[in-house]
């Protein structure tokens, strides 16, 4: 089955600087590619895909960079701000009826 | 748009007793929920998958007599932890299949069994 990997398992950055978080998986089957923030005491929300025939994808001060020969996809936040602390979690999936697999999480934290 | 919903968001129950948490899809149809346990600092764990009018498919590990799921109608997953122990205590997330393969996720129901 597919097996995700997330690094680093904790991140902690200033406010204003970037983070870039990593995952790797091991089916090349994989399309699908979802990243999801999860705040404190809350369900985890779906911030940005991309998909296998995209390389990059962007969406104001976040973007997602896929390399399929690789098999590894990274989450860029830039400009980040306080309000941006919370887990990441990055998720792999065959897409249709496959069930993504989800990486360990990134724990985020932001410094004013 | 895509938005889940949970009920209750906390719940505090007394060991032997069975707990009922509802997931709902607001403004979508899913023909697929899931059912995942989280302990804390720690990944989400697949329980189940559910699936409208049909009986649930159950991870490996997982006891499908004492979790049981429903899924009634497009909209509606429920799961029911039965007689509930000390160690059934966790947080429970649900999801429902959008399209394009993408999941939403409820908020979450906190459970502590004491």
């Known amino acids: 089955g597919e097996n995700v990997e997330q690094h680093p398992s904790t991140l902690s950055v200033q406010e204003g600087d970037s983070a870039v978080i990593k995952c790797t998986y091991s089916?090349?089957?994989?399309?699908?590619f979802p990243w999801y923030k999860q705040e404190l005491g809350k369900g985890p929300q779906l911030i940005i895909d991309?998909?296998?025939?995209?390389g990059e994808k962007k969406d104001q001060r976040i973007a997602v960079t896929l390399n399929k020969t690789a098999k590894h996809f990274s989450l860029h936040i830039t400009e980040t701000q306080p309000e941006d602390s919370a887990v990441y979690f990055c998720a792999a999936s065959k897409g249709g009826s496959y069930i993504p697999t989800f990486g360990r999480g990134t724990s985020l934290i932001v410094h004013p | 748009g895509a938005v889940v919903s949970q009920h209750p968001s906390r719940v505090i129950c007394k060991s032997g007793t069975s707990v009922k948490i509802e997931c709902r899809s607001l403004?979508?149809?899913?023909?697929?929920m899931f059912w995942y346990r989280q302990f804390p600092k720690q990944s989400l764990m697949l329980m189940a998958t559910s699936n409208e009018g049909s009986k649930a498919t159950y991870e490996q590990g997982v006891e499908k007599d004492k979790f049981l799921i429903n899924h009634a109608s497009l909209t509606l997953s429920t799961l029911t932890v039965t007689s509930a122990h000390p160690e059934d205590s966790s947080f429970y997330i649900c999801?429902?299949?959008?399209?394009?393969?993408?999941?939403?996720f409820g908020p979450g129901t906190r459970l502590t069994v004491l």
């Open positions: 999801s429902a299949g959008g399209s394009a393969d993408t999941q939403y």
């Open positions: 403004d979508f149809q899913a023909t697929t």
């Open positions: 089916d090349s089957a994989s399309n699908y």
């Open positions: 991309i998909r296998s025939n995209v």
